[in-house]
């Protein structure tokens, strides 16, 4: 089945600054992939998605950026905010109604 | 719309107590999905229904069945609890994936299981 990896599981960046994350998938089936955004003690939200047949993806402060070839795919955070404080979980699926998720990165926004 | 509910919101079971955790959503949804979410290990899979009347195992089936009762409602049940079982359970929902477009799992607020 597919495989996610995330990295960094954990990112500290000073408000203003951007966040970088970055997730690797393994199946080159995958065609479909979101981010979702888990607030402590909340429930994950999907904040944006990508398909394989776009490059990139923006709203507002964040973008998605998918790379086929090298099975990887990017959320960008800009002008981070301290309610960016979350931790974000990568996803990939392959369109059998499943998503598989990567471990997620604990992003922290200091003031 | 209340969107998906869980009940309970938190527990503590003794190993080898059974429990089933409920699930609904009113959103109109075919499938129905139970994960169990780890310190460190993301969102697993325990089980899903893609639509009313079928389930099929994800990644981390065992110790646990479920039932999907009708289009609403898809429970989960611990016949046998054990201190592995110990994690935050979120049920979700969505309509089924199609080409193009925003493919959404709507989670649930979570159940907090403890058992000791």
């Known amino acids: 089945g597919e495989n996610v990896e995330q990295h960094p599981s954990t990112l500290s960046v000073q408000e203003g600054d951007s966040a970088v994350i970055k997730c690797t998938y393994s199946?080159?089936?995958?065609?479909?992939f979101p981010w979702y955004k888990q607030e402590l003690g909340k429930r994950p939200q999907l904040i944006i998605d990508?398909?394989?047949?776009?490059g990139e993806k923006k709203d507002q402060r964040i973008a998605v950026t998918l790379n086929k070839t090298a099975k990887h795919f990017s959320l960008h955070i800009t002008e981070t905010q301290p309610e960016d404080s979350a931790v974000y979980f990568c996803?990939?699926?392959?369109?059998?109604?499943?998503?598989?998720f990567g471990k997620g990165n604990q992003v922290v926004v200091i003031p | 719309n209340a969107g998906v509910t869980q009940t309970p919101k938190f527990q503590v079971l003794k190993t080898g107590q059974s429990m089933t955790l409920q699930c609904a959503q009113d959103?109109?949804?075919?499938?129905m999905y139970w994960y169990r979410q780890d310190p460190g290990m993301g969102l697993r899979l325990i089980y899903y229904?893609?639509?009313?009347?079928?389930?099929d195992k994800g990644e981390v089936p065992n110790g646990y069945n479920v039932s999907r009762l009708n289009k609403r409602e898809f429970s989960l049940r611990l016949e046998s609890a054990a201190p592995s079982q110990t994690s935050v359970y979120f049920c979700?929902?969505?309509?089924?994936?199609?080409?193009?477009?925003?493919?959404?799992?709507?989670f649930g607020p979570g159940t907090r299981l403890t058992v000791t």
């Open positions: 979700a929902s969505s309509e089924v994936m199609r080409q193009g477009g925003t493919y959404e799992q709507y």
């Open positions: 199946d080159s089936a995958s065609n479909y």
């Open positions: 990508i398909r394989s047949n776009v």
């Open positions: 996803a990939a699926s392959n369109g059998n109604n499943r998503l598989a």
């Open positions: 959103m109109n949804h075919n499938s």
């Open positions: 229904s893609a639509s009313e009347g079928t389930t």
